[in-house]
């Protein structure tokens, strides 16, 4: 099974910018793995950012966007916010076969 | 409003087995695309599996580590969502997350049940 690497963890300044990232160990991350991103708060499930590399739902506020960069999948937030501070994960797909990062805690302070 | 509801979970012997289920409502759920998801105490976030619409060939895919030993299914006509978990593993005790997240459209959704917890332990 493929293995995706993210940055365990990232710490932003309120309203900064930062950018996680979601490696895979088969190589370079493309639209093909349709990469999603989660966003997780202690004791609630997790729920969809992004997904298929950039879509939003129509919940996912603006200042988070995804995209490919480097080889990776990537996730963006511009203009932090204290109510960012959580958990991210990224989902890659491989033929079907789902496989989540590790995780990134994201501190805003 | 949609909804979904896992029952099932408890406490199993290892090498036991368990049937999870997810009650579906609010949505189309013979168009739903579904997948569950794990998270054992304190980590992170694992994908067991999903399984496509009958209309888009009602084919699964699973994990590796549960390949073999866990099968997704689906009863259309209850509207319900099956984990079928054989030969458990200590390392299978986890929160089970049922999750619809998309239709046979490709229309993309995100709803999660509130999760049952799986323990494996002798």
């Known amino acids: 099974q493929a293995v995706v690497t993210q940055e365990p963890s990232l710490t932003v300044s309120p309203g900064g910018t930062v950018t996680l990232t979601c490696g895979s160990s088969t190589g370079a991350v493309t639209s093909g793995h349709y990469p999603y991103w989660f966003q997780q708060k202690p004791g609630q499930a997790p729920r969809t950012l992004i997904y298929?590399?950039?879509d939003k739902h129509s919940w996912t506020p603006a200042r988070f966007s995804g995209s490919l960069l480097g080889g990776k999948a990537a996730l963006t937030l511009s203009g932090a916010q204290p109510e960012d501070e959580a958990e991210y994960y990224c989902l890659l797909s491989y033929s079907g076969v789902g496989v989540f990062g590790g995780g990134t805690t994201l501190t805003v302070l | 409003e949609v909804q979904l509801v896992e029952s099932g979970g408890g406490l199993v012997k290892p090498g036991g087995s368990l049937r999870l289920s997810c009650a579906a409502s609010g949505f189309t759920f013979s168009d739903a695309w579904m997948k569950w998801v794990r998270q054992a105490p304190g980590k992170g976030l694992e994908w067991v599996g999903r399984i496509k619409s009958k209309s888009n060939g009602g084919t699964t895919d699973s994990a590796a580590p549960v390949k073999g030993r866990f099968t997704l299914s689906r009863d259309d006509s209850k509207d319900t969502l099956y984990l079928q978990m054989n030969s458990l593993k200590t390392e299978d005790t986890a929160v089970y997350y049922c999750a619809y997240y998309r239709d046979s459209t490709a229309i993309h959704y995100d709803y999660w049940g509130q999760g049952t917890l799986v323990t494996v332990s002798s």
């Open positions: 298929d590399t950039s």
